[in-house]
């Protein structure tokens, strides 16, 4: 069992820049392919950005290219979402997942169903 640990949620203003981490547990992080997706309140879960597990590929959905960048710290068992001009349609619950399910160092799933673990989520609130 994987446990995931979100932090560095908060409120700040429209073009504000905040950095969430997330810290697994256990040893086989670097086995992992990593992903954060967001949840706003009535709206579908969205995917974010994955990042897989030897780092050599991330993926971003289309309403934060350019402005998130997802990383991957296997030292630190911790994956990153750095978002920078944030807006306040980026308000929601921010989870990060690990998916032990790629079968190549470099695959993404830049949807939900693949992911085996999910963290308890970290609050992000963009005001106007």
């Known amino acids: 069992q994987v446990q995931l640990v979100e932090s560095g949620g908060g409120v700040v203003q429209a073009g504000d820049s905040l950095r969430l981490s997330c810290e697994a547990s256990?040893?086989?992080?670097?086995?992992?392919?990593m992903g954060w997706f967001r949840q706003a309140p009535g709206k579908e879960r969205e995917f974010v950005a994955a990042v897989s597990r030897s780092s050599t590929t991330t993926n971003y959905g289309d309403s934060v290219k350019g402005r998130f960048t997802i990383s991957k710290d296997n030292a630190k068992n911790t994956v990153y979402l750095q978002m920078t001009s944030l807006r306040p349609e980026d308000t929601g619950v921010y989870h990060c997942?690990?998916?032990?399910?790629?079968w190549g160092d470099g695959e993404i799933f830049n949807f939900a169903e693949p992911y085996d673990y999910w963290g308890q989520g970290t609050q992000v609130n963009v005001s106007s």
């Open positions: 997942a690990a998916s032990t399910r790629a």
């Open positions: 256990g040893r086989s992080f670097s086995r992992y392919l």
